[in-house]
C-alpha cells in the first residue's frame, strides 16, 4: 500500500483565498483524522471521521474550516477564507477501526503558507 | 486535549549514547503509543504498549508503563545520527473511541 497520500505537499496563498487540502487515507482504514501542527500549539485534532461520517469537530476553529469524507478513499479540509494565521502543516491520518486508541498512519502534510 | 506530555522537551546526546524521554498522563488509558516524527515529515508509529503491559522491546527501543503514575519511558540505546527527530507520545484517553491525544514531543539531537 503507498501509505496516506495528501496534497498538495506545499501551498502558498494569499490571504482571503480559498484552500482545499486533500487526503487518500490507507485502503481498508474506517477511521481518518485531520490534524494542525504548528510551533506555538503543537500537534491539533480538527476533525475526525468513522465510516465516512464527522465523530468529533470541535478541534475545528471556526467556520472557516470544514471537512467533508464523501467516500472511504477521499476527504477534503476546506478554509475558507484564509487567513495568515491559518499557516501550518496539515497532516491526515488513518487507522483501522477501534474502540481503544489504534495505532494511525500519518500521510506527509501539507504545508500551508498564508500571504 | 491534549494529554501526554512529554519530559524532556530537548535532548542533545552523543552517537552511541542512550536517550530517555518521559511521558506523563493524566486519565486511564486503554493504551500508550510512542511516534517519531523527522524534520517535514509525517508522524511515524514506534511502538504501542497496553495498560496491562509494563515493558516493552522493539530492536533498539525499550517502552515501560506505570499505570499507578501515569508515565511512561521511550529509551532509545545506541543511538545514531538518524535517530534525531521530534518524538511524541500519545494516549487514548479511556474514551471509547479511536481518537488519540498526543504529547507536545521531545527534540531529540544526535551528534555524530
Known amino acids: 500500500d503507498a501509505g496516506v497520500i495528501q496534497s498538495p505537499r506545499h501551498e502558498v496563498t494569499e490571504m482571503g483565498q480559498e484552500v482545499t487540502l486533500r487526503c487518500k487515507p490507507i485502503?481498508?482504514?474506517?477511521?481518518l483524522f485531520w490534524y494542525r501542527q504548528t510551533m506555538m500549539r503543537g500537534l491539533e485534532l480538527l476533525i475526525y471521521?468513522?465510516?465516512?461520517?464527522?465523530?468529533?469537530d470541535s478541534g475545528m476553529p471556526e467556520d472557516r474550516f470544514s471537512a467533508k469524507m464523501p467516500n472511504a478513499s477521499f476527504s477534503t479540509l476546506k478554509i475558507q477564507p484564509s487567513e495568515p494565521r491559518d499557516s501550518a502543516v496539515y497532516f491526515c491520518?488513518?487507522?483501522?477501526?477501534?474502540?481503544?486508541?489504534?495505532?494511525?498512519?500519518f500521510g506527509a502534510g501539507t504545508r500551508l503558507s498564508v500571504l | 486535549s491534549q494529554q501526554g506530555e512529554e519530559d524532556p522537551q530537548a535532548l542533545s546526546i552523543q552517537e552511541g549514547e542512550n536517550a530517555t524521554m518521559n511521558c506523563s498522563y493524566k486519565t486511564s488509558i486503554n493504551n500508550l503509543q510512542w511516534y517519531r516524527q523527522n524534520s517535514g515529515r509525517g508522524l511515524v508509529h514506534l511502538i504501542l504498549i497496553r495498560s496491562n503491559e509494563r515493558e516493552k522491546h522493539s530492536g533498539r527501543l525499550r517502552v515501560t508503563l506505570d499505570t499507578s503514575k501515569k508515565s511512561s519511558s521511550l529509551l532509545i540505546t545506541a543511538s545514531r545520527a538518524a535517530d534525531t527527530a521530534s518524538y511524541f507520545c500519545a494516549t487514548d484517553a479511556g474514551e471509547g473511541n479511536n481518537r488519540l491525544a498526543f504529547g507536545k514531543g521531545n527534540q531529540v539531537v544526535v551528534i555524530p
Open positions: 485502503s481498508g482504514h474506517n477511521s
Open positions: 471521521f468513522n465510516n465516512n461520517v464527522p465523530i468529533d
Open positions: 491520518a488513518s487507522s483501522l477501526p477501534g474502540l481503544a486508541g489504534e495505532v494511525q498512519y
